[in-house]
């Protein structure tokens, strides 16, 4: 792969994170009716920074979680025999509440169909919204998100990069061919 450019750097990612958190607040009336919980791998530190974002800003607490949708994919066949399991971690009851889903790309969006079948197997929201750091286009199904932190069109040879200093020891979105 060939670095083409640098989409984002620490403080854009974190600009995009305080406008999601003001979105969040502002689309769901106040945070009351709120989970939200995070995609692994890097849906997770996302999803951490907008709720304690949302949390500076209404000085209250917001539930949080994390999803594994290894078993919920559409080609785990094809990816591995013997998949590797990650714990999911929702820890509240999201029956009658707004759970708002975190990815850091937005791709075909099978990803995000998967962690959908997932949640309605821990209950019945009220609703289910989509915070997305990158959306980079090329839907495979009707999905779109809710929240973005950025659009990049990209063609289907370019791959985005996202590290979060969680994961990968520094912040940044970069594209590479």
Same mark, same amino acid.
Do not use: W
């Given at each position: 792969?060939?670095?083409?450019?640098?989409?984002?750097?620490?403080?854009?990612?974190?600009?995009? &994170?305080?406008?999601?958190?003001?979105?969040?607040?502002?689309?769901?009336?106040?945070?009351?009716?709120?989970?939200?919980?995070?995609?692994?791998?890097?849906?997770?530190?996302?999803?951490?920074?907008?709720?304690?974002?949302?949390?500076?800003?209404?000085?209250?607490?917001?539930?949080?979680? %994390?999803?594994? &949708?290894?078993?919920?994919?559409?080609?785990?066949?094809?990816?591995?025999?013997?998949?590797?399991? %990650?714990?999911?971690?929702?820890?509240?009851? &999201? %029956?009658?509440?707004?759970?708002?889903?975190?990815?850091?790309?937005?791709?075909?969006?099978?990803?995000?169909? !998967?962690?959908?079948?997932?949640?309605?197997?821990?209950?019945?929201?009220?609703?289910?919204?989509?915070?997305?750091?990158?959306?980079?286009?090329?839907?495979?199904?009707?999905?779109? !998100?809710?929240?973005?932190?950025?659009?990049?069109?990209?063609?289907?040879?370019?791959?985005?990069?996202?590290?979060?200093?969680?994961?990968?020891?520094?912040?940044?979105?970069?594209?590479?061919?």
């Amino acid at each position: 792969m060939d670095y083409k450019a640098q989409i984002m750097d620490e403080k854009a990612i974190q600009r995009a &994170i305080t406008r999601i958190a003001h979105e969040i607040i502002e689309n769901n009336k106040g945070i009351d009716e709120i989970v939200i919980v995070g995609i692994k791998t890097r849906g997770v530190p996302f999803a951490k920074r907008i709720v304690d974002k949302i949390e500076s800003i209404e000085k209250e607490k917001v539930d949080v979680g %994390n999803i594994d &949708i290894t078993l919920y994919r559409d080609d785990l066949t094809e990816v591995d025999k013997n998949p590797i399991l %990650n714990k999911t971690s929702v820890e509240c009851n &999201i %029956n009658n509440k707004i759970v708002i889903l975190a990815d850091d790309v937005l791709y075909t969006g099978r990803t995000v169909r !998967a962690a959908m079948d997932a949640i309605m197997d821990l209950g019945r929201p009220k609703a289910i919204q989509l915070a997305i750091l990158i959306d980079r286009g090329h839907r495979e199904l009707p999905i779109r !998100a809710d929240y973005v932190g950025k659009n990049v069109p990209t063609s289907k040879q370019e791959v985005v990069h996202v590290q979060f200093d969680e994961i990968d020891g520094k912040n940044d979105v970069t594209i590479s061919e």
